[in-house]
């Protein structure tokens, strides 16, 4: 996914990523494909509850419901994830992701369930 760790905000249990959208994301209607959108809130979600558990836990998705608000361009976009609420059997999150201007392109909620994050993961968002 491109995706680069800037930082995460404990008290809002907030983290923020940076990605890229290559011009091979772009589909002939000029924007980055949808499902490519939805992977990169996904990330931007999963991220928050990883880092809000001192990366102990990952979500597993159960829903993504997303809205696209813009066409989401090539280059780079940055992403910001956070807890809504999580419970011991549920988890809720929610992602925004924008345009290097700040400008909102697209949101999405999750609903999870918390799971022991696997140890064998070697990438993504590490410290």
Not at 14 to 39: K, Y
Request: charge should be negative; glycine fraction near 12%.
């Amino acid at each position: 996914m491109g995706v680069e760790f800037e930082r995460f905000d404990r008290e809002r249990e907030e983290v923020t990523l940076r990605f890229h959208a290559p011009d091979s994301f772009i589909t002939p209607r000029g924007s980055v494909q949808g499902g490519l959108v939805a992977g990169f809130l996904d990330e931007v979600m999963g991220w928050a509850h990883v880092w809000a558990t001192d990366q102990a836990e990952a979500p597993l998705n159960l829903e993504i419901s997303m809205s696209l608000l813009k066409p989401v361009p090539a280059g780079p976009l940055i992403g910001k994830g956070r807890v809504v609420r999580r419970g011991r059997k549920v988890i809720f999150l929610e992602g925004e992701l924008f345009d290097p201007e700040g400008g909102i392109l697209a949101r999405a909620t999750s609903t999870a369930i918390p799971t022991v994050r696997p140890t064998a993961i070697g990438q993504g968002a590490e410290r």
